[in-house]
């Protein structure tokens, strides 16, 4: 079965950064599409970014842009998300998922995704 493992999670304050890595299955990377999503508690799962398998596209939520960027080390299978300037409204479960089709322009949604990662904890706060 393909795995997913996030880790990086933490605490950090205001306007303050973390970089969250998710490493997975040897080869995934190559043939999937890879997006990183946030929960709140009590709220939805959001669709924050996602790379397609070559890495030459991504996209991003508009709550994000400007803030994350995502990446990926197909060699290190190993995906990133750089997170900037992070706010307490970022606090979040964070989970990386993979699927088998990039959507271009298109909002990022779970639906889209077959695996998951267990989630890493974000705490944004003073």
């Known amino acids: 079965q393909l795995q997913l493992v996030e880790s990086g999670g933490g605490w950090v304050q205001p306007g303050g950064s973390l970089k969250l890595s998710c490493t997975t299955s040897?080869?995934?990377?190559?043939?999937?599409?890879i997006a990183w999503f946030r929960q709140a508690p009590g709220k939805g799962r959001e669709g924050i970014s996602a790379i397609s398998s070559t890495g030459t596209s991504t996209n991003y939520a508009d709550s994000v842009r400007g803030r994350f960027t995502i990446s990926k080390d197909n060699a290190k299978n190993t995906a990133y998300l750089q997170m900037n300037s992070l706010n307490p409204e970022d606090t979040a479960v964070y989970f990386c998922?993979?699927?088998?089709?990039?959507?271009?322009?298109?909002?990022?949604?779970?639906?889209?995704?077959?695996?998951w990662g267990q989630g890493t904890q974000v705490t944004v706060s003073s």
């Open positions: 040897t080869d995934t990377l190559n043939r999937y599409v």
């Open positions: 998922a993979a699927g088998r089709t990039y959507y271009s322009g298109s909002f990022i949604t779970p639906e889209d995704y077959d695996y």
